[in-house]
């Protein structure tokens, strides 16, 4: 599907930035999309501080919360930490097993298996940890929502602290509805607290600053001890984790949570962590947004969705160095599982949407169903349809009867407002605008998929369901060198917030034959010049845009600059992600 370029206009400070920085004014214009001006703030982005952390008396509940956390280590009384299942989650959960242990606790944890128990923290989990002895939990990544299982802890006489990230319940006047509990949250403060500065701290993130709060009440100062001190560093690691994987945006607090730890990350002294990093290959080498994107992250999403996200806990926390590489080993069996479901699934859907003419017009949603699918898998496939056909998705998993759905969704079409107008035929639902998820009977699928295409065509243009691409700068095919890329790199770790810098060129010329590459020739490798300048560049899954290409012999590119390195030799060259050709 064509995309439409949003390319930035040129910032008045691109010219002062780079002079003061001492780089390119592309870099300049790069830092000023992502609404950096002063040349102060750009050197603190390209080298963010550890001393410029937010520290634990600017979030009064986490010191609140530590307070309680130390008093009731003191008292002997049974903790229990209850984390999500996804990568925020497990390293939050992580973290503040790790601190409690400092402090003296024998901690215990749980994790709720996605399929059979769902997202957070339930009654019936409150009522089996009652009945085990549990005196405190502490959730992690969850819990703000969790109105009635923090009322059944109240009248079972055991103490809850939430700490959480995501949005609480609203009334049908639109005012807050809160849990009876301790509420550590970076976006609602306490009563008489000011607002946190940094309301976008992931869960990890989180537990990250609880952990520093507990440091400094079981130092008894706010200069923690040697032993806190270092385990903080390999806390910052696991918190990078969460915050990348978790896609909360890369900037100020988190960029520095997200550039420090993953510094740390292959230094860290937590044999999980040493075994994580060597089953995919990464020992010694240094770690980007893109490595727990698309390495770390996915397996220890992996087991949560294919087995039970304990595993990866005990991997972080209790296990020694061949318990740690033994559960590494099967966070990868279950990754390269959810690998194959995942191709599997997205081909029987992509076969479905062709069939029935959902990527034409006038059909602007996709709804599909099936027995065969895994309720674990079916929310990246939607994610990756969404994207590709430019439509909202919602994939539903169908078992004995019941559905258990997952959607994401295209600008200018709110999730979780569309499933509240479709709720007549939902057993349940939650979420929020971009992703959310839904249970429904079988026997409604179809009637569903009814009311929610209707409302997708009634809310959505034509517009609307183009994909964006946006671009930081148009550049010339000289501009490309070493140095730009090094600079450019600076700008690490990427992710929300911080996307990876998006290049353009003006029209270019195609010099000779473009190249169908690959397994399966489904890559596209070009050289293009304009005039001047000679540039490679590979198209990764675009050889269908082969033959035009020969026909036009114009083009311009959106493209990220990368180092090719082959034979001892080093060239700049475009990873192109888009192609335009005049007319």
């Known amino acids: 599907m064509p995309k439409d370029w949003v390319i930035s206009p040129p910032a008045d400070c691109r010219d002062d930035l780079a002079r003061a920085l001492r780089v390119s004014p592309v870099v300049g214009q790069v830092l000023a999309n992502r609404g950096v001006h002063e040349v102060e703030a750009a050197r603190q982005f390209l080298r963010p501080q550890i001393a410029d952390m937010l520290g634990p008396d600017q979030f009064p509940a986490t010191l609140r919360a530590a307070e309680r956390i130390c008093g009731a280590i003191e008292a002997g009384r049974r903790i229990v930490i209850f984390g ?17 242990r400092l402090a003296g606790a024998e901690p215990g944890f749980y994790i709720p298996h996605r399929l059979e128990e769902g997202y957070g923290i339930s009654p019936e989990a409150v009522k089996s940890l009652a009945d085990e002895g549990a005196s405190l939990i502490v959730t992690v990544d969850c819990g703000v929502t969790a109105i009635e299982a923090a009322a059944l802890a109240k009248s079972r006489g055991v103490e809850l602290i939430i700490t959480d990230h995501h949005n609480p319940r609203t009334n049908d006047a639109g005012r807050m509805e809160l849990p009876e509990a301790l509420l550590v949250h970076p976006a609602i403060p306490g009563e008489n607290d000011s607002p946190y500065s940094n309301p976008h701290l992931c869960g990890a993130g989180v537990a990250l600053k609880l952990a520093w709060a507990v440091a400094q009440k079981a130092s008894r100062s706010t200069k923690v001890m040697p032993a806190y001190r270092e385990f903080l560093l390999d806390a910052m690691g696991l918190a990078a984790l969460g915050t990348v994987a978790d896609i909360v945006p890369l900037v100020g607090e988190n960029r520095i949570i997200a550039h420090h730890g993953l510094a740390s990350l292959p230094h860290s002294r937590l044999a999980g962590v040493q075994a994580l990093i060597e089953s995919v290959g990464l020992r010694g080498k240094q770690l980007a947004g893109f490595d727990v994107g698309f390495k770390l992250g996915p397996r220890l999403n992996a087991i949560g969705r294919m087995g039970h996200a ?18 590494a080993a099967n966070l990868e069996q279950h990754n390269r599982a959810r690998q194959a479901l995942e191709r599997r699934i997205t081909g029987e859907a992509r076969d479905m949407i062709a069939a029935q003419g959902l990527d034409r017009e006038p059909n602007r949603a996709i709804v599909l169903a099936s027995g065969g699918w895994h309720a674990g898998i079916i929310g990246i496939v939607a994610g990756r349809l969404a994207e590709s056909y430019g439509r909202p998705t919602v994939l539903i998993a169908l078992e004995d009867g019941v559905g258990q759905g997952s959607a994401r969704s295209v600008r200018n079409f709110p999730l979780h407002e569309v499933f509240r107008d479709c709720q ?52 010339e095919l000289g501009q490309l060198n070493e140095q730009l890329v090094a600079d450019l790199d600076r700008l690490e770790p990427f992710g929300a917030g911080n996307p ?84």
Not at 314 to 320: D, F, I, P, Q, V
Request: proline share 2%; hydrophobic share 45%; charged share 25%.
């Open 84 to 100: 999500d299942y996804d990568v925020d989650g497990v390293t939050g959960v992580s973290i503040l097993w790790h601190v409690l």
């Open 424 to 475: 007549g035929h939902l057993i349940g639902f939650g979420g929020h605008a971009m992703a959310a998820g839904l249970r429904i009977e079988g026997a409604k699928v179809d009637a569903f998929r009814e009311a929610f295409c209707r409302r997708a065509g009634q809310m959505l243009t034509p517009q609307d369901l183009r994909t964006r691409l946006r671009v930081d700068d148009v550049v």
């Open 500 to 583: 990876e810098p998006m290049l353009a060129t003006a029209d270019l010329d195609l010099v000779g034959d473009a190249r169908a590459v690959g397994a399966g020739g489904q890559h596209l490798q070009v050289t293009l010049s304009d005039g001047r300048t000679r540039c490679k560049g590979i198209a990764f899954g675009q050889a269908g845009m082969r033959d035009e290409l020969l026909d036009r012999r114009r083009c311009q590119v959106a493209f990220r600059p990368i180092i090719n390195e082959w034979n001892g030799r080093r060239s700049v060259e475009m990873q192109i992600a888009d192609f335009r050709c005049p007319g």
């Open 310 to 327: 304990r595993l990866a806990v005990e991997m972080l926390t209790r296990a020694s160095a061949a318990e740690a590489a033994a559960i």
